[in-house]
């Protein structure tokens, strides 16, 4: 059963922008379909219950663009502990700045149709610092922060990925990083994705996610950044 997983928090996605997905009416195509976005969530509501979890939802601020109907919608089921809004619409997807100024009627929302809710915002926040702006200029209870990570692993400390550890340093993690994550998934496709999270900007860091990506298997890989590890210190790289 769910409750042997001992969930923290119990999440519905409706803000995934894939056409794919969207077609089935999932993840961000529920916002053209309250009535089964309503039924998952009383669904979502019974079962977060049940294992004694808060719910939640993420999702757009619309689908075209701003539709406080929908938002609307989404509060007056009374069930949610916390909303996310991604500020931008589906069909906006990243292509935009965030919309911060919809947070402010989006507070609003929630004070008058279920106040007990927490709005937590996302969109274009990259750092601890406009968090804190974030705070300072909107009543909001929380911020979630997506693509930031990748860009920066000490991002929820404050300090630089890239400034606090070495090229070396770099290498050695994504290496550790690597063989754990390839041990429990087995998917090499996947793991290459996490190449330029890892390793930032230096001086090979180019030529050396190139050859990552090209490499052919989980074996060579390990190889290659064995290679540049022990390289790492000297002048002279391939």
């Not at 808060?54 to 929908?70: A, F, I, N, Q």
């Not at 989006?106 to 974030?134: A, E, F, W």
């Amino acid at each position: 059963s769910l409750s042997e997983f001992k969930f923290d928090w119990f999440d519905i996605n409706m803000w995934c922008p894939d056409k794919n997905v969207i077609k089935k009416s999932c993840e961000a195509g529920l916002i053209n379909n309250f009535e089964l976005a309503t039924k998952l969530i009383e669904a979502g509501y019974r079962a977060s219950n049940k294992l004694g979890v808060p719910l939640s939802v993420k999702t757009r601020v619309g689908y075209l663009g701003y539709e406080e109907e929908w938002l609307i919608n989404i509060l007056q089921t009374n069930k949610l502990a916390a909303l996310t809004v991604h500020l931008r619409s589906k069909v906006e997807m990243s292509k935009v700045e965030a919309h911060y100024e919809y947070i402010d009627k989006i507070i609003n929302l929630r004070n008058i149709y279920s106040p007990d809710t927490l709005i937590i915002i996302n969109g274009d926040i990259d750092n601890l610092t406009k968090v804190n702006q974030l705070y300072s200029s909107h009543n909001i209870d929380g911020a979630m922060l997506g693509r930031a990570i990748l860009k920066n692993l000490l991002v929820f400390s404050g300090r630089d990925y890239s400034l606090e550890y070495t090229e070396k340093e770099q290498l050695e993690l994504l290496k550790d990083f690597s063989v754990k994550y390839y041990s429990e998934y087995s998917n090499f496709d996947k793991l290459k994705r996490f190449f330029k999270v890892f390793i930032r900007e230096n001086k090979y860091s180019d030529k050396l996610k190139i050859k990552l990506y090209e490499a052919s298997d989980f074996k060579k890989k390990k190889k290659i950044l064995t290679y540049y590890i022990e390289k790492s210190d000297t002048k002279d790289n391939m």
